[in-house]
């Protein structure tokens, strides 16, 4: 198996399972089965064109001595209409491929980013972001390069591989034996100089992937380089670095470089060792001289179709490894979903919830039971009971966790790094299920509510705020898609935003580029909680920043938050003093088990594990 590497991973350059690979890209191939039926057509047309032109030779040249001028005219006009013919049809193939390539790639560009979107999020913890990156680009990619180039030149090559041998047997059997020995030493020899070439090619891609990654973590980095007085030893790593690519890469090329000149070499022998046999042949009356003629053109192309077949062979065969990749990523199992309970707007009528399509501002979970629908209303009463969790299934991270969270408490979760706090959270909205135990929000165990409406109903304000390529208005609105605009307006008043958005050039039209990068951090995170604001959940999960923020700032951000938080219920990963203080219910965790809980007057008062915590006398670990 032969590999390189992209960036820091490892890459194929052969499919591991090529005939279900194969069977896959063709079925793509097949949903757009008669262009490339006619593309199909095309190619056998331009092969024959050219194999049939060539043997045209023979009848002109034998018909010359017989001085038949009308004759040999109208020979010369049916090779010319046959090579005609099949150019045309290499142009139309050429053509007509560009377009059947661009409709595969569409193809598999939306089946891919539409399975991506149903990813569990364990998919994207899992795997380096880079990789499904990689998928959608450098794949993709090598299959559009090689159905636009290769993927016809092939076929054409081997149809016309076969119909030289072919040819050369019907015009003179006893040479072409000779021709064919040529045709095996050929063979072997580009056969051996590929494998070898491909070897070091592989080592040169390595090279390339750990100097690429190097150089990207270098210029990202650059700050932490620069504090550190990083510069000398990194060029010293980059500069062996750079040597093992140049030895690696020269010898790849060498090997690369020699085969077409080794190949020509050897097939200018046999055309010189078949034109002299040929020639006594001729002399000999055992052959005629049209045959020589047009034999000798055959035996000077034969080495081309040789050569491409194996050159695009690899093209196409690197192009399914990436097909393969991408077919593997699609074969995910996507996020699944057996939730019934859905969120629905109700009014009262006789003392009575019920449904309504109307916007009421009011919602219910319709529970499906034996007996119907049952509708509870949205309260946002989140309890976890006894819960046990594991990334995996050796190693447990949560052990007995129990919180209830009232409607409209603060709850916050304090423990050292890595003690399971964010664990916790990414299971209430489901970002993953729980191993034993439930959770339950209203009454309702988790699982039994529709992923969509349970995230629906549930905000989050993450640490990593992720603006997202738009408007500041369309990065509010990106909490409540079908929110107007004085809605967005509203939502970025009560998280304290609108007056450093109104400073900006274009108010709520300034277009947010790279994460926000235009932005303050504290900007960022004040338009992240406008965003939870304007979705109006009665669940807010908010793990709050680290970075340094001015106090100026800092101080909107609380306000914003405490706006925010007003009447929901809150589960906070709390950074802050101020935020623990004022929570309903703290929860200490150490290593995921809750080690102490309760106000903070409480928690201090017991002089245990939070007190020591809060004095800093004692860091958890
Ligand atoms: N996707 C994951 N796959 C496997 N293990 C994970 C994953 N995410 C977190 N963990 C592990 O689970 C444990 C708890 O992590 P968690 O992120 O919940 O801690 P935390 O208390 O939120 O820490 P921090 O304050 O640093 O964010 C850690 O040991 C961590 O290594």
């Known amino acids: 198996m032969i590999y390189i590497f992209r960036r820091n991973e490892v890459i194929r350059m052969r499919p591991h399972d090529l005939r279900e690979t194969l069977k896959k890209f063709l079925s793509y191939m097949g949903n757009h089965r008669f262009l490339f039926l006619l593309i199909g057509i095309l190619v056998a047309i331009s092969a024959l064109g050219n194999l049939l032109g060539t043997y045209m030779i023979r009848p002109v040249i034998n018909e010359i001595p017989t001085r038949n001028i009308p004759q040999i005219l109208r020979s010369i006009r049916t090779m010319a209409l046959i090579f005609a013919i099949g150019v045309a049809a290499a142009f139309g193939y050429t053509q007509l491929m560009a377009l059947g390539a661009q409709k595969v790639v569409q193809d598999i560009r939306r089946d891919l980013f539409r399975q991506a979107q149903r990813f569990p999020v364990s998919v994207f913890d899992t795997r380096p972001h880079g990789e499904l990156m990689s998928c959608f ?21 081997l149809i016309q591989m076969i119909g030289t041998l072919v040819i050369l047997f019907i015009l003179n059997a006893r040479l072409t034996w000779i021709v064919v020995i040529f045709y095996f030493f050929m063979f072997l020899y580009i056969r051996y100089s590929s494998h070898k070439s491909k070897q070091y090619f592989s080592d040169q891609q390595h090279e390339l992937g750990r100097m690429n990654g190097f150089i990207e973590e270098m210029m990202t980095g650059q700050k932490v380089v620069k504090v550190f007085n990083h510069e000398k030893a990194n060029q010293k790593t980059f500069d062996t ?20 000149p080794m190949v020509v070499s050897l097939s200018y022998v046999n055309y010189a060792l078949v034109s002299v046999i040929g020639g006594y042949m001729v002399l000999n009356h055992t052959s005629d001289i049209g045959s020589l003629a047009s034999y000798l053109v055959f035996v000077r192309q034969a080495a081309m179709p ?7 062979g690899t093209i196409v065969l690197s192009a399914l490894a990436g097909a393969e990749r991408i077919f593997e990523y699609m074969s995910i199992e996507p996020e699944v979903d057996s939730g019934q309970a859905t969120l629905v707007n109700v009014k009262e009528e006789n003392g009575k919830l019920v449904q309504t399509p109307e916007h009421t501002g009011k919602w219910a979970w319709a529970h499906p039971r034996e007996n119907g629908l049952e509708l509870v209303p949205l309260r946002g009463d989140v309890q976890l009971h006894d819960v046990y969790f594991g990334y995996t299934k050796k190693q447990m991270i949560l052990h007995g ?25 990414n299971l209430i909205n489901r970002f993953y299920d729980v191993d034993q135990g439930s959770i339950t929000y209203d009454g309702i165990d988790v699982r039994l509510i529709k992923k969509d409406d349970l995230r629906r109903s549930i905000a989050m304000v993450l640490q990593d705020t992720h603006l997202f390529t738009g408007t500041i208005m369309e990065n509010i609105r990106y909490g409540k898609l079908d929110a107007t605009d004085a809605e967005c307006i509203a939502a970025a008043k009560l998280a304290n935003a609108d007056s450093f958005i109104r400073r900006m050039p274009k108010g709520y039209q300034t277009i947010l580029k790279s994460d926000g990068a235009n932005l303050s951090a504290g900007q960022r995170q004040l338009l992240a909680i406008a965003r939870a604001a304007v979705a109006d959940p009665p669940v807010l999960i908010l793990d709050e920043a680290t970075s340094s923020i001015d106090t100026r700032t800092e101080k909107l951000i609380e306000k914003g938050m405490n706006h925010l938080m007003n009447g929901r219920t809150v589960f906070t990963i709390a950074h802050r003093l101020s935020t623990v203080r004022n929570a309903d219910l703290i929860i200490v965790l150490d290593h995921g088990r809750i080690v102490e809980q309760g106000s903070h007057e409480e928690l201090v008062a017991k002089d245990g594990v939070y007190h020591k915590l809060y004095t800093g006398m004692f860091e958890l670990s």
Not at 401 to 425: D, L, M, R, S, W
């Open 241 to 260: 670095m750079n040597r093992h690519l140049k030895q690696s890469s020269r010898t790849a090329v060498s090997y690369a470089q020699s085969m077409i």
């Open 137 to 157: 680009t450098n794949d993709v990619d090598t299959i559009s390069d090689a159905l636009n180039n290769s993927f016809a030149m092939m076929i054409q090559s």
């Open 401 to 425: 966790i129990n919180v209830h969270a009232h409607a409209g408490e603060k709850i916050a979760f304090v423990g050292a790094t890595g003690a399971g706090k964010t664990t916790i959270t």
């Open 306 to 312: 040789i050569n491409q077949f194996t050159q695009q």
